[in-house]
């Protein structure tokens, strides 16, 4: 008997998926070249599938801001701020980032799991009740697991059946909260967010939005979902991520309640952990700044999400959603899915392989994500090893 | 109130549909070793349970069952 006996089933689909000679999980990078390329294996490869919607992880203003952090203020903070202050970084991009969104305050997080994990421990108790998107990310199963509250799941992105379940909670769906992402990670769909802005209005649920791949991606300034919906005013807490169109890390929440800071105080995921890196929100705010200041990178972020998405529907490729930055092929076994990506590998393009249980409905993906500094030639390229996989050439 | 056997009878027929043939449902069955339940099917049965018997069941319950016995027994308590 041995501590790591539980964890045979995972070493039993990892024995599997390397029986094929092909280790999606554990990509050796040699080099980054730039937003768009690297080298893998010796080999100069397109990066279409790291979330880096913007492009801006090679920006000369993002990486002059980190490079004078570190300079200025070292290369970390080595302490929560709790107990080793906030630095002026930190209270201006909470400044910067309420700005934005026209809300009193925020809240900035170390990663983007921990803002969902550290805003939900402290917002639910264990008489509270959050009821998810099934198809939420581990990040808000997590951060619900650690408040304790009772936890109920709705169908994906289906309003009937939420407002079916917040009326079965009689009293207890006033003062619910309901989870929901803007953009799903897997299949790139949106939320069908002003329904269930609505549902949560009539039955006096408390509504609570992951972002993470909604800002900067949508909304006419980029601020996500709830703009582009136009429901900001009704949304209570937006979540999201500096690690995708913000090209760094860390995490945030935004609220239109003033009761916001308390959760500073409550939340041992803000607490009891170091606080961001100078170089690290150096970076965010330029990218922030980048965001709010140029809408050319988000027309450019479409207009290669458009091409790639159809690109791939012309060849016949069931894909994950309407056209978004997120652009999924499913495909029929976790073998299909596997040989497409060991192919696009060979073929000089690097993307993301999904497979159960971390996909919804036990599809097997080969999920692509599309950045504003892609070329057009790049993407031409990923479309071109698409189908020279499929026809087999 | 619902009872038992009711329970019983409609977490039989959620699981038969989503297991294998060779797998028989008994009250003693572990949900994950005997029945290779796995842990999204396991939350797609509790959503469709909580439809056939139009209640609420969170997925607290979830850490503290390990058969199908404790599972209904769990829901009973819930439901009730």
Known sequence: MSIFD??????????????????????PIDEVLS???????????????????????????????????????????????????????????????????????AIVFSTGYQANLGMLAALAGPRDVVMLDADCHASIYDGVRLSGADTLRFRHNDPADLDNRLRRLGERASGAIVLVEGIYSMLGDLAPLAEFAQICRARGAYL?????????????TGRGLAEAAGV?????????T???????????????????????????????????????????????????????????????????????????????SDPSPVV???????????????????????????VPPATPNGW?????????????????????AFSEIKSGR | MISYDQIYTHLCELLEACLDHDKHVRPDSLLVDDLGLDSVQTLEMLMDLEDRLDASIPLNVLPEVHTVDELVKALQQVVE
């Open chain 1, 242 to 320: 500096f690690s995708k169109s913000l090209a760094a890390i860390g995490g945030f929440c935004v609220s239109r309640h003033e009761e916001l800071d308390l959760v500073r105080y409550a939340s041992r995921p803000y607490i009891f952990t170091a606080s961001p890196s100078p170089s690290v929100v150096a970076s965010a705010r330029a990218a922030l700044a980048r965001l709010r200041s140029d809408p050319s990178l988000r027309e450019r972020l479409w207009d290669n999400s458009r091409r790639l998405y159809e690109g791939l529907q012309g060849l016949g490729f069931k894909l994950g």
């Open chain 1, 208 to 220: 609570f939005v992951d972002e993470a791949h909604s800002l900067g991606v949508l909304g006419a």
């Open chain 1, 35 to 105: 937003a768009t390329e690297a080298v893998v294996r010796g080999k100069r490869t397109i990066l279409a599938g790291s979330n880096n919607y913007l492009g801006l992880t090679f920006d000369p203003e993002c990486i002059d801001a980190a490079v004078n952090a570190v300079k200025n203020e070292g290369t970390g903070t080595t302490g929560s701020r709790m107990a080793n202050g906030s630095y002026s970084g930190h209270l201006a991009l909470e400044h910067e980032l309420a700005d934005f969104y026209g809300t009193p305050q």
């Open chain 1, 364 to 384: 097997f993906l080969v999920r692509c994500s599309v950045s504003a500094a892609h070329t057009s030639a790049q993407i031409d390229h990923i479309i071109d």
């Open chain 1, 328 to 354: 999924a092929a499913l495909l029929d076994s976790r073998e299909q899915a596997l040989t497409y990506w060991q192919g696009l590998l060979d073929r000089g393009v690097y993307v993301n392989l999904m």
């Open chain 1, 6 to 27: 539980k964890l045979q089933p995972v070493a039993k689909v990892r024995e599997e998926i390397l029986a094929s000679g092909v280790d999606p999980l554990g990509v």
């Open chain 1, 232 to 240: 900001e005013d009704q949304v209570d807490f937006i979540v999201g």
